[in-house]
């Protein structure tokens, strides 16, 4: 959800977010994946993969989600955790609302890196 909401809010000139993970599940979470659809993001067709060496050699930011102590750690690369709970398993309304602070946390980020896209439709709450 993150590296999406990233990618449509962001000036592409700047910036681009993959997404990765230590554990990566084998497809999208259906329930993530409805919850996006409700925004127009269509993450149907995207596959989880696995943070490698290779992925964070070109990042300048690796944030993680809600890993705290157990996040990876990547020499010289700068970290920030997001305390947010997994959405698997959870009703759609509690997804609903970790999308939502996803969002709101993408976008903040975007803007204290000045990164933003200023004509981008995300930035409509």
């Given at each position: 959800m993150a590296a999406a909401f990233f990618?449509?809010?962001?000036?592409?000139?700047?910036?681009?977010?993959?997404?990765?993970?230590t554990q990566p599940a084998e497809k999208v979470h259906?329930?993530?994946v409805k919850a996006m659809q409700?925004?127009?993001?269509?993450?149907?067709?995207?596959?989880?993969?696995?943070?490698?060496?290779?992925?964070?050699?070109?990042?300048?930011?690796?944030?993680?989600?809600g890993c705290g102590e157990a996040c990876p750690y990547v020499p010289g690369l700068r970290r920030e955790d997001w305390p947010l709970p997994d959405p698997k398993g959870k009703a759609d309304d509690e997804v609903c609302t970790i999308r939502d602070g996803i969002k709101t946390r993408v976008l903040r980020l975007l803007d204290d890196l000045g990164a933003l896209d200023?004509?981008?439709?995300?930035?409509e709450a």
């Open positions: 990618n449509q809010s962001v000036d592409q000139r700047k910036a681009h977010a993959v997404s990765a993970g259906d329930c993530v409700q925004l127009d993001i269509d993450l149907s067709d995207v596959k989880p993969q696995l943070l490698t060496e290779e992925l964070a050699n070109d990042a300048a930011l690796l944030v993680t989600m200023c004509c981008s439709e995300a930035l």
